[in-house]
């Protein structure tokens, strides 16, 4: 069993960055690809970003490219999700997921990762 903790949201204005963190612990995750989603009410899980467990492939939605950076840390089983020039339609409740199932690849859809932590809220104000 995998438990996934995110941390670092928060409230900012417009333009500002955040680092947001997910610690994993119970079994060790550096063989698996991670991620982040976001969601608001009323919609679907949105993928963010990813990453290989080696972290030698990043891959995130179009709308995030050029702002938002993935990257892991292994020996300390974190993955962190860089933030950058936040807009008020990033708002949402950002997760970290983890994927058994794929080592080399990066699912971009939810149903492919099978562990989730509970949400860090990160809201952007105008």
């Known amino acids: 069993q995998v438990q996934l903790v995110e941390s670092g949201g928060g409230l900012v204005q417009a333009g500002d960055s955040l680092r947001l963190s997910c610690a994993a612990s119970?079994?060790?995750?550096?063989?698996?690809?991670m991620g982040w989603f976001r969601q608001t009410p009323g919609k679907e899980r949105e993928f963010v970003a990813g990453?290989?467990?080696?972290?030698?492939?990043?891959n995130s939605a179009d709308a995030m490219k050029g702002r938002f950076t993935i990257s892991r840390d292994n020996a300390k089983s974190m993955v962190y999700l860089q933030m950058n020039n936040l807009k008020p339609e990033d708002t949402a409740v950002y997760y970290c997921?983890?994927?058994?199932?794929?080592?080399?690849?990066?699912?971009?859809?939810?149903?492919?990762?099978?562990?989730w932590g509970q949400g860090t809220q990160v809201t952007v104000s105008s």
């Open positions: 997921a983890l994927s058994w199932r794929f080592r080399d690849t990066i699912p971009i859809f939810a149903n492919e990762y099978e562990y």
């Open positions: 990453i290989t467990w080696h972290g030698g492939r990043t």
């Open positions: 119970g079994q060790p995750v550096s063989s698996y690809t």
